[in-house]
Nanobody
Framework: QVQLVESGGGLVQAGGSLRLSCAASGNIFIIGAMGWYRQAPGKQRELVARMTNSGATNYADSVKGRFTISRDNAKNSVYLQMNSLKPEDTGAYYC??????????WGQGTQVTVSS
């Protein structure tokens, strides 16, 4: 089992920035890719950004050039720097770990609200 604790959400005006953090604990040896998903009200959860163990990244088209994912393997942590935030970025952001054995672990979610 892997436990994930997120922090860093909040309310920000359009054009502002936020940094999300997620720390993993438990059976850290099964951690593969780490990433962030988000879910807006009435919409499906979608991938925002993900980073593999080797450092390869992929981003949703809607956040490319504005968001940056980073990872500190020594701290079993993943971060999401969000710049130039837009109202459409509003939603609950979830940290995700994909196990090297298959399966996913999720954090409890942190709310990001961008006002116009």
């Amino acid at each position: 089992q892997v436990q994930l604790v997120e922090s860093g959400g909040g309310l920000v005006q359009a054009g502002g920035s936020l940094r999300l953090s997620c720390a993993a604990s438990g059976n850290i040896f099964i951690i593969g890719a780490m990433g962030w998903y988000r879910q807006a009200p009435g919409k499906q959860r979608e991938l925002v950004a993900r980073m593999t163990n080797s450092g390869a990244t992929n981003y949703a088209d809607s956040v490319k050039g504005r968001f940056t994912i980073s990872r500190d393997n020594a701290k079993n942590s993943v971060y999401l720097q969000m710049n130039s935030l837009k109202p459409e970025d509003t939603g609950a952001y979830y940290c995700n770990v994909r196990s090297v054995r298959g399966g996913d672990y999720w954090g409890q979610g942190t709310q990001v609200t961008v006002s116009s």
